[in-house]
């Protein structure tokens, strides 16, 4: 078909093209991946004795959690939050909210030009 | 305490391997998105800038989540920096003409990579800068739904999620800009 045959001609161009990248700018390239792998999380704990604090320091604070007097309010989750529990979905939502609402502001701005 | 080292070890080691990951995966895209955004802004070190951010929101943000989501989400996070960018430029102008700057139009530099080459590679040199042209002369939607149909390979459906709208839209905004820059480059282009 004509148009996939102009399309495969465009993919041919622009890869090519990618091939007649300058050296400076692929070494930008490199470093701006090596920046960004630097931030991937290390979640490792650490061995020493500041584990066995912070274990300490939360059965401490569990404890007096227990030995106050509960508000009975707070057993009981709202129908909301278990509602939220339940719909991991819209738990993942409420922890991307940020970036949909980056993307809802886009799509206004789409429509009003 | 030698499961808390045994376990230490085994986060450090699924870490590692996800950094490997990463690191094939942004390797493979870079280079296009590079270009995808420099069509777009037309400017070599606002194009580099806007990659690395994409880069490092996905790594920040989006690491952790199933490989085949990275690339759509990579694209989405890059698309919005370019409308981000794009909203700046028009705010910058308004402001601009609200201090009598004037109607004067943003001179635009395209960097050319390219070297000149023997008459082939020049041949080659000028289909290559009468797309780029065609490409700019684009609407941003256009523009974006084509590259990422075209050249990235996306499906309609992740590319309707990379630029947020629906699947039809992306249709029609591959199907125009198609028709308009095959009208822009002509019968004889190769």
Known sequence: MKNDQWQKKVQQHLDDDLEQLDQETLQRLQQARFQALDAVKQSAWRTDWSVGVAFASVAVIAVAVWLTVPDPQLNTPSFDDMALMVDSQTLEFYEDVDFYYWLAMDEVDDVTG | MDNV????????????????ALNSFLAGVEKRAYKMALFSVSDRDEALDLVQEAMIRLVKKYSERPEDQWRPLFYRILNNQINDFHRRGKVRKFVRGLFGGGDEELQVQIADERDAGPAAQLGKNQAMSDLQEALQTLPARQQQAFLLRTWEGLSVRETAQTMGCSEG??????SRAMQRLQEHLGEHWQ
């Open chain 2, 5 to 20: 080292l045994y376990d230490n070890e085994w986060i450090y080691w699924v870490n590692e391997a996800r950094k490997l």
């Open chain 2, 169 to 174: 839209s992306v249709k029609t905004h591959t």
